[in-house]
């Protein structure tokens, strides 16, 4: 098999997971303590295993692919509900390629025994940092700036609501990327060691 038929085989099994792991059809999703009308689910893990695999644009085709599906099968109560999860897994897709960027700039080479292990390990972390950073932090002005809207934009929610949805939303969406990001990551890691790439 070569290389372009193992990523387009890759890209197709990983399309496929992210749709079969989406709650519509799984029912894996666990409401948020703090915000029972926010659900940390795992479909968004293939997505990061994806960029990490692959690269950045996969990873954005699986996500968009991922939205056109949750419109027609699955809005949820806002139909532009699944407008506002691409952005939140874009955003989180950004954080992950900056820090990409930011560690082959510095271009410094570790040199231990474990280096190859070091390196995983700062790329994640740096990866789950800035993922973590820029879906929150974008999430926050757009929750804040389309709450008060009337259906299907936002809520129509008055300014002291959003005041007090916003930091728990923000809350969901730093601590859904800071599971998310490391598991892609890992994920990505075994299925580069188990299939050679």
């Known amino acids: 098999m070569n290389v372009d038929t193992k990523k ?14 989406n709650p519509v059809f799984t029912g894996i999703a666990i409401p948020a303590p703090y915000a029972p009308f926010l659900y940390y689910q795992i479909w968004e893990i293939p997505i990061v295993t994806a960029f990490a695999l692959i690269n950045l644009r996969s990873a954005v085709a699986i996500a968009f692919m991922n939205m056109t599906i949750l419109i027609v099968v699955f809005p949820g109560a806002l139909i532009t509900g699944p407008f506002y999860n691409l952005l939140a897994v874009l955003s989180m897709l950004l954080g992950i390629y900056v820090s990409y960027r930011l560690l082959t700039l510095k271009n410094n080479s570790i040199k231990t025994p474990n280096a190859t292990l070091k390196k995983q390990t700062i790329q994640i972390a ?3 940092i800035l993922g973590v950073a820029l879906r ?25 609501a959003i005041l007090a949805a916003t930091p728990l939303i923000a809350l969901f969406n730093s601590t859904l990327a800071l599971y998310t990001v490391p598991i892609g990551h890992i994920v990505a890691n075994a299925v580069k060691k188990n299939l050679k790439l």
Do not use: D
Not at 8 to 21: P, Q, S
Not at 136 to 152: D, F, S
């Open 126 to 128: 740096t990866a789950t």
């Open 136 to 160: 929150t932090g974008l999430m926050a002005i757009v929750n804040y700036a389309v709450l008060r809207y009337e259906p299907p934009i936002g809520y129509a929610m008055p300014e002291t």
């Open 8 to 21: 387009l085989t890759l890209i197709i099994a990983l399309a496929a997971v992210t749709v079969a792991l």
